[in-house]
């Protein structure tokens, strides 16, 4: 394998550098959130998932070759058994600044001590909606008092940032849009809103649903000054600073502005495959490699670095269609 005394980099064809993957360390998840699963999900077989010693090897080898964060994410990752095993493994792996976490809070009233033990820097949770009954009916399954605990726990564990996720839809949650917002300048923890992607066949017609990020961010202008940042937490986020407060506000827009041209990151989901692009299909599968050459991670760097030349320039999301931009759901692909 190479080492980073090569100080190696990832480069795609248009010159973009990448230094950030999001690893899916399982399809399954506690919750069935409308917008990213449907209510009757099919969850892979375990030999179909790539074991915690895959994950890991897979992680070392794109650190290798310059990548210098890396956020776990699922389905839900804290329903992974030994998650902890993995993230001590890889959180001091040299070359690595951050190792981050994306959860739905629901486990981290146990977890989040241990996880800030094992490594892990700072956490995104998603939270869409501070009403118990609303909340229940956006998650189908969830309990809005766990999450909060979670939240409370992790504030206690003293990671280095906390970010509040938050998909709004009309019609369902988009009036809490700016009880969101002082719910987190009440926390002392950043926010960031996400427009609601086209992933997988759901119940309801996401063109019906969508809120821009702009009309939010005129909404929340109206409350409160906001000031241009040019902070950058390594991904599609830009923000926005509440003064006096410790919040950052971050608008995550794939719709109403598209964010392609600064994309630093791949993802890989839970059975290996490499997506180049969250809003195409293409992919290469990387699970062969590993299991076809258990002591050889050559073939690995070698399609890694391949995959380069074929990260395409950028998704192509569009309401306008009846039919979803890509069939697989977030769960599936990873965050």
Known sequence: MLTDAHHPQLIDQFGRVVDYIRLSITDRCDFRCIYCMSEDMSFLPRDEVLSLEECSRLVKAFVSLGVSKVRITGGEPLVRKNVLSLLEDISNLPGLKELVMTTNGSQLEHFAEPLKKAGVRRLNISLDSLDAERFRKITRVGDLGKVLRGLAA??????????????????VNDDEALSMLRFAIDQGIDISYIEEMPLGEVDHSRGSTYVSNETTLKL???????????????GPARYWRVPHTQTRVGFISPHS????????????????????????????????LLRNHPNDDQPLINAILGSMRTKPKGHDFDLRRNAPAVIRFMSQTGG
């Not at 003293?158 to 019609?171: C, D, K, P, Q, Y």
């Not at 041209?261 to 992919?283: A, M, P």
Request: hydrophobic letters at 35%; charged letters at 25%.
């Open 257 to 288: 502005h598209n964010f392609c041209e600064s994309c630093n990151r791949v993802r890989i989901t839970c059975k290996g495959e490499l997506f180049l692009c969250l809003g195409q299909e293409d992919k290469i599968d990387l699970m062969p």
């Open 154 to 171: 992790a504030k206690q564990a003293g990671f280095e940032r906390i970010r509040l996720n938050t998909v709004l839809m009309r019609g």
């Open 220 to 234: 929340l202008g109206k409350h409160y000054q906001l000031i241009s940042s040019m902070e950058s937490s390594g």
